[in-house]
């Protein structure tokens, strides 16, 4: 069936470097994508979101690319920071249905 | 704290237990929404109400599985005759709803279910 997956399942970066964070999906008729981060214990909070209208979309510190064409998804966040340490997932949604979730990448932050 | 909020947060029962959770979703958030949620996997949908309507329904939510929202604003998930296979982080959320595709949905912290 369409899914939402992920390419990396734990990233491990140094403080203060980027970090990318990549998504495919697989559905074509997606038109809304977000990036949700979860911490232990919590529930996904939201980070950004972008329709399929956009290809970049900025936030504070993170930034969200969306290509089309090979229906690729990814997170950048910048000066990636202890705090950043979290379970990241992206999810789509086609008019109509119900969010779907990837499986989660894993950002460790090493001091 | 204006938050969806859910109850209880663990929730430890013996296999064939009935347990019941509580979902309050933000005020004014028309839609509400369950997913289940396992150990390194994403959020899995389970269903949703557009005010007090149950719209959808996963083949995850088995027949032991039931969900109400009688007025419109809080909403209990219920399972019946507990399984091991139902450990699982249960969550809510809730959102605005609309037409388009553009809906952001706002989670709470969660039930973390433990059938022993």
């Known amino acids: ?111 | 704290d204006t938050g969806v909020s859910q109850n209880p947060r663990h929730k430890i029962t013996k296999r064939g237990q009935n347990v019941t959770f509580r979902c309050d979703p933000i005020s004014e958030h028309n839609r509400l929404y369950w997913y289940r949620q396992t150990l390194g996997q994403g959020p899995e949908f389970l269903t949703y109400f557009q005010n007090e309507a149950q719209l959808e329904k996963s083949r995850l939510l088995s027949d032991r599985f039931s969900a109400e929202r009688p007025k419109g604003s809080f909403s209990t998930l219920e399972i019946q005759r507990t399984e091991q296979g139902d450990s699982a982080m249960y969550l809510c959320a809730s959102s605005l709803g609309g037409t388009s595709s553009n809906e952001k949905l706002f989670f709470g912290s969660g039930t973390q279910l433990s059938v022993l």
């Not at chain 1, 997956?5 to 559905?27: K, R």
């Not at chain 1, 919590?42 to 399929?52: A, C, L, M, N, V």
């Not at chain 1, 979309?57 to 090979?70: E, F, H, M």
């Open chain 1, 1 to 111: 069936g369409e899914s939402v997956g992920l390419h990396l399942p734990t990233l491990s970066v140094q403080e203060g470097d980027n970090s990318i964070i990549n998504c495919a999906y697989s559905n074509s008729a997606s038109d809304y994508f977000i990036w949700y981060k979860q911490e232990s214990g919590k529930g996904p909070q939201f980070i950004i979101d972008i329709r399929s209208n956009m290809d970049k979309r900025q936030g504070q510190r993170v930034t969200v690319l969306l290509n089309k064409t090979v229906k690729h998804l990814s997170l950048q966040i910048a000066a990636t920071q202890p705090g950043d340490s979290a379970v990241y997932f992206c999810a789509d949604k086609a008019a109509g249905n119900k969010l779907t979730f990837g499986g989660g990448t894993r950002v460790l932050v090493k001091p």
